[in-house]
């Protein structure tokens, strides 16, 4: 009884009256929800809904084009170099929206052939840098401060501009 008690007033001493209300509502609520998924006719349904949308989502996220192999596990062999460029083009020429047409707002952001060579060249040069070490790799370190510096002068602008 005493817990109880001092757990009553610790919680009215820190959410109030109204506060306590509202909490002792949303946990008789949450409480008397659990029971009734529970319920069996109830149960089964809402299994079946979410079976549905997992599987709507599997089917909208997933490629399933003809012919197309997937890999689950790590193969017994590496493959080769050719072996690699072959499953990449396969890939790349997978049915998608038309992105290089412009039909696509906000979801790829390119700068023509130009632009994707000196993308191309960067990676090749920084591809196994390692941020996580900085001693080992300073021109990373130095790169991500510097984009670090931007983004908080944008966002400082931003606070400035927008309040």
Do not use: C
């Amino acid at each position: 009884m005493l817990r109880i008690t001092r757990k009553t007033f610790l919680q009215l001493r820190g959410r109030g009256i109204v506060g306590t209300v509202i909490d002792a509502y949303l946990n008789a609520r949450r409480i008397v929800y659990s029971f009734f998924l529970r319920l069996p006719g109830v149960r089964d349904k809402v299994r079946v809904e979410i079976d549905q949308g997992i599987l709507k989502i599997e089917q909208k996220l997933l490629p399933s084009d003809p012919g197309l192999k997937r890999y689950l596990k790590l193969p017994q062999e590496g493959w080769s170099h050719d072996k690699v460029k072959e499953e990449l083009r396969k890939l790349v020429e997978m049915k998608h929206t038309r992105w290089e047409d412009g039909r696509v707002s906000g979801a790829v952001y390119h700068g023509g052939k130009e632009l994707s060579k000196l993308q191309t060249e960067a990676f090749e040069m920084f591809t196994v840098a390692n941020p996580i070490h900085p001693d080992v790799f300073p021109g990373v370190r130095k790169m991500e401060a510097e984009i670090v510096a931007m983004v908080d002068h944008i966002t400082s602008l931003a606070r400035v501009t927008f309040g």
